[in-house]
T-cell receptor, first 114, second 112 residues
Framework: QKEVEQDPGPLSVPEGAIVSLNCTYSNSAFQYFMWYRQYSRKGPELLMYTYSSGNKEDGRFTAQVDKSSKYISLFIRDSQPSDSATYLCAMSAGVQGGSEKLVFGKGTKLTVNP | KAGVTQTPRYLIKTRGQQVTLSCSPI?????VSWYQQTPGQGLQFLFE???????NKGNFPGRFSGRQFSNSRSEMNVSTLELGDSALYLC???????????FGPGTRLLVL
């Protein structure tokens, strides 16, 4: 079983829809959870950063972490064509031995149609 | 502040050759991590450097190596290239472990 599982999609939604992106993981040591957005031909950019369980909201984006189920989600409200990108979840167990190793999902490709 | 820069942006090599990729982190950042991104495997951690010391290494063969210089710039080297090494190689910098990682645009390597 892979450490982090993410449905690659592709996911296609109309403009204004609510988008739900999800990842599951197997390593119970993970306590830092991130969502990155990657546009075509660009490097990933950090969208949301959450520590441990709970919700975090930033504008149209909401990140949820359920450590008991080993499940994280990213919700995008009022989706826009500019949200079309690949969304990657990432997580880490924190600093161990002086370094931090991020483990990524494979990414979900999202297209928001005007 | 300038972002993470990577050179070259695109590279074509043939099997058996070696390649060196370069990464300049954001000014003031001392931690540099390298990742390989492929459609099949996604983003996979290669190694991390902090203050010129390798702090962590992913599950890649010894053909993949790296180093960091005193100005925090980093290079990674892949020797004896294989077709499967074709990928986007991403560099990320942060001010230290457990700080936000900022990614560069990547170097797209094609091995023929």
């Amino acid at each position: 079983q892979k450490e982090v599982e993410q449905d690659p999609g592709p996911l296609s939604v109309p403009e204004g829809a609510i988008v739900s992106l999800n990842c599951t993981y197997s390593n119970s040591a993970f306590q830092y959870f991130m969502w990155y957005r990657q546009y075509s031909r660009k490097g990933p950019e950090l969208l949301m950063y959450t520590y441990s369980s709970g919700n975090k909201e930033d504008g149209r984006f909401t990140a949820q972490v359920d450590k008991s189920s080993k499940y994280i989600s990213l919700f995008i409200r009022d989706s826009q064509p500019s949200d079309s990108a690949t969304y990657l979840c990432a997580m880490s167990a924190g600093v161990q031995g002086g370094s931090e190793k991020l483990v990524f999902g494979k990414g979900t490709k999202l297209t928001v149609n005007p | 502040k300038a972002g993470v820069t990577q050179t070259p942006r695109y590279l074509i090599k043939t099997r058996g050759q070696q390649v060196t990729l370069s990464c300049s982190p954001i000014s003031g950042h001392r931690s540099v991590s390298w990742y390989q991104q492929t459609p099949g495997q996604g983003l996979q951690f290669l190694f991390e450097y902090f203050s010129e010391t390798q702090r962590n290494k992913g599950n890649f063969p010894g053909r993949f190596s790296g180093r960091q210089f005193s100005n925090s710039r980093s290079e990674m080297n892949v020797s004896t290239l294989e077709l499967g090494d074709s990928a986007l190689y991403l560099c990320a910098s942060s001010s230290g472990p457990q700080e936000t990682q900022y990614f560069g645009p990547g170097t797209r390597l094609l091995v023929l």
